[in-house]
Nanobody
Framework: QVQLVESGGGLVQAGGSLRLSCAAS????????MGWFRQAPGKEREFVAAINWRGGSTYYADSVKGRFTISRSNAKNTVYLQMNSLKAEDTAVYYCAVDADRGSSRLSGSRYEYDYWGQGTQVTVSS
C-alpha cells in the first residue's frame, strides 16, 4: 500500500511563492518517477511537472515552465514543487502521484501512467 501526503498549499497573492511537499511511504520511493498534477473547479486534472527516479531529469507543462521547479529527496522520500510568480490561473487542487513503471526513466505527462495519488492540497492565488 502506497501513501502520499501533500502539504504546503494555501492562499497567496499573485506574484508570490509556495512550496508544496509530498511525503511518500509504502513503496521503494527512490525507484519511481513522480509527478505533480492539478485540477481547477470544472476542469480536468492536468499535468504540471514530472521528475525521474534519480532526480536528474525533469519535465514541465508549458504553462508553468520557468516558474515552477520540481525536485526530490530520496533520503526523505519526499518530492517538492517550488512555485514562483504565481498567477490566478494557478489556483487549483494540487496532487502528487507515483509513476507506475518502476525504474523507468520516462517523464510522463499522462495521468493514466501514474497509479497512486495523494489526497491533494489547495492552492489559491488571489489577483
Amino acid at each position: 500500500q502506497v501513501q502520499l501526503v501533500e502539504s504546503g498549499g494555501g492562499l497567496v497573492q499573485a506574484g508570490g511563492s509556495l512550496r508544496l511537499s509530498c511525503a511518500a511511504s509504502g513503496r521503494t520511493f527512490s525507484s519511481y518517477g513522480m509527478g505533480w498534477f492539478r485540477q481547477a473547479p470544472g476542469k480536468e486534472r492536468e499535468f504540471v511537472a514530472a521528475i525521474n527516479w534519480r532526480g536528474g531529469s525533469t519535465y514541465y507543462a508549458d504553462s508553468v515552465k520557468g516558474r515552477f521547479t520540481i525536485s526530490r529527496s530520496n533520503a526523505k522520500n519526499t518530492v517538492y514543487l517550488q512555485m514562483n510568480s504565481l498567477k490566478a490561473e494557478d489556483t487549483a487542487v494540487y496532487y502528487c502521484a507515483v509513476d507506475a513503471d518502476r525504474g523507468s526513466s520516462r517523464l510522463s505527462g499522462s495521468r493514466y501512467e501514474y497509479d497512486y495519488w495523494g489526497q491533494g492540497t489547495q492552492v489559491t492565488v488571489s489577483s
